[in-house]
């Protein structure tokens, strides 16, 4: 698929008459924004008619306007990370593909391929990139690389919609909210009510228990493999019989949710694709958790542009996992996370503040060398198939980072309303001939004895 770049340009905010903001004004990242110092990359495929080039920028020009942040830069002030709003602009890259979208669809899970269709974020100083490719059949295909920083999954989709509405001539909804402060004051004093050492954060290397490094599950490794990544669809008749084999053993009253059976299956799936089952190793779950709809004392608006995730770290040994139930698996999911509600957020910034990570010398969990066996994000929720630039809703939304072994994506529900859900599973090769095996059985067979 040869991807011909026809122009880059930086396109800045365009504001109404009388309505200019000032600029070169510094805000602090939160103490959720600080801990994320990379890029996410999305693509996105509609088919014709497409909006013009001049349509887009326009419409992108507005959309920064709305959203500032997204046309700022990342600095350093009083000794930490912020960001600048001096309207410096977002990158705006035109291309063109001279094949059918059609007959390049099956590469676009070729890593390779689909990160040509959106712009790279190294040494990139826009906080906001995106590219626009055109494909012979006239469908268009916009990527975007976004700096995580700035903010999450959520409040990436929202800048985006309004990048849509505005190029529509629609207003733009949600309302974007801006504050950075209000919302994640601390207490005083600080009251750190639960454990954030080897959650959010760890000791640093060196000084972990040997006993603990022993029980990781080992990684499905080879000289020779490469991380594969496979697109799976689950119908509509099979996550029902997923709900339905759950809640066979559930033990209270309250049904399990789509997401806790879908992630409970894809759990034991994996676990069992690399080979540890019989094993005492432990496996865990590393589920991030949106904090707009947790948090209560203020409650933070959906508007709100930065980020807003924890995470729950759900974990059994490998025997316990597949020996079990559906259910005991989905049970393990829900507790752990429903733990990670408005107390819990407010205490992470408590701890923050308390000045323990620097006396203490912690390091956030992200850096640590070791990485959980599963990684689950779930953008069921984030509304990307809203994204609408005047030709009708995307018909494919596909997540394009770097594969990384055990990264699972829960995508949002397709256009088609079929009831099916899609998942992107990142694996080993080795592994991943395994768990395409596995993945559609409902039946765990006996675990080694």
Not at 251 to 280: F, K, N
Not at 422 to 431: F, G, N, P
Request: glycine letters at 8%; one cysteine or more.
């Amino acid at each position: 698929m040869e991807i011909v770049v026809q122009s880059s340009k930086v396109i800045k905010p365009a504001y109404g008459e009388g309505s200019t903001p000032a600029v070169d004004v510094v805000v602090p990242l939160t103490v959720f924004d600080e801990v994320h110092d990379e890029y996410m990359s999305s693509i996105h495929a509609f088919h014709p008619p497409s909006p013009t080039p001049a349509a887009l920028e326009a419409g992108l020009a507005r959309a920064l306007a709305e959203y500032r942040e997204w046309a700022g830069r990342l600095v350093a002030a009083a000794g930490r990370r912020a960001l600048l709003l001096n309207d410096a602009g977002a990158r705006f890259v035109e291309a063109t593909a001279g094949i059918a979208l059609e007959a390049a669809a099956p590469l676009l899970l070729q890593p390779a391929a689909a990160r040509r269709l959106h712009p790279s974020g190294e040494g990139a100083e826009e906080l906001m990139l995106v590219q626009v490719t055109r494909f012979a059949c006239g469908s268009l295909v916009v990527g975007h690389t976004m700096h995580h920083a700035v903010g999450d999954g959520f409040a990436m989709c929202q800048c985006l919609l309004a990048w849509g509405q505005c190029t529509r001539g629609a207003a733009v909804d949600p309302v974007p909210v801006h504050d950075r402060e209000s919302f994640f004051l601390p207490r005083h004093p600080p009251r750190v009510e639960l454990d954030h050492r080897g959650t959010e954060f760890k000791v640093p290397d060196g000084n972990d228990d040997d006993d603990d490094k022993k029980k990781k599950s080992p990684p499905c490794t080879a000289d020779n493999e490469v991380v594969v990544t496979h697109k799976v669809r689950f119908s509509r008749e099979f996550i029902s019989d997923l709900k339905s084999r759950a809640s066979a053993a559930a033990t209270t009253l309250r049904p399990y949710t789509t997401m806790q059976c879908l992630v409970a299956h894809l759990w034991r799936c994996v676990t069992r694709a690399r080979g540890l089952d019989g094993g005492e190793a432990t496996t865990t779950l590393h589920m991030a958790v949106n904090g707009r709809a947790r948090m209560k004392s203020p409650r933070v608006p959906q508007g709100y542009t930065g980020n807003v995730v924890l995470w729950a770290h759900p974990a059994a040994t490998a025997r316990e996992l597949l020996a079990g139930p559906l259910g005991r698996a989905a049970e393990v999911i829900r507790r752990e996370v429903a733990r990670v509600d408005d107390a819990y957020f407010r205490s992470f910034i408590d701890f923050i503040a308390s000045g323990a990570v620097e006396e203490e010398g912690l390091e956030p969990m992200s850096d640590a060398a070791e990485s959980p066996d599963v990684e689950v994000y779930c953008l069921y929720r984030v509304p990307f198939y809203d994204l609408d630039f005047g030709g009708g809703r995307q018909f494919l939304y596909m997540p394009s980072n770097q594969p990384v072994d055990g990264a699972v994506y829960i995508l949002p529900p397709c256009p088609q309303g079929d009831g099916s859900v899609e998942a992107l599973v990142s694996l080993y090769s080795r592994a991943m001939d395994a768990f395409k095996d596995c993945c559609f059985s409902l039946v765990v067979p006996d675990i080694l004895v």
